[in-house]
């Protein structure tokens, strides 16, 4: 269990530093924010992850409130989408285009499967 978690903790590392990380402070220096050097950089990081904790869990609030109102909604969008031949949205598309592109750098694609092992062993184990 330990190689698991150890693999698992050194793959989330390899998204984060590949993936995650850099897209993270493109976007902030496309709004002209970029950290002064290593440190800043660090700690604008840790900023964001707690802020992003914080607008996951309020999300998970809001969610189970609204869901049911939302989901004729996402129903309805999607025959409209449907009957204009629109089947991905363009946010989507571009998800699916980096994702295509990340897969094929081995490292990344290596990272993902071990992620997606040990979630896969901690399922197994909680049951």
Do not use: C
Not at 93 to 109: K, M
């Amino acid at each position: 269990m330990d190689n698991v978690k150890q693999a698992a903790e050194e793959s989330y590392a390899t998204i984060v530093a590949e993936v995650a990380a850099p897209y993270f402070f493109e976007k902030l220096a496309s709004y002209g924010i970029a950290p002064a050097n290593e440190s800043e950089a660090r700690e604008i990081w840790e900023a964001a992850q707690k802020l992003h904790t914080l607008y996951t869990a309020e999300q998970h609030k809001t969610a189970a409130h609204t869901s049911s109102k939302f989901a004729s909604v996402n129903a309805q969008i999607d025959t409209v989408l449907e009957a204009a031949g629109l089947t991905q949205s363009e946010k989507v598309a571009a998800f699916n285009q980096a994702a295509a592109v990340a897969a094929q750098q081995p490292n990344i694609a290596n990272a993902v499967l071990t992620l997606q092992a040990a979630a896969a062993v901690a399922l197994q184990n909680a049951s």
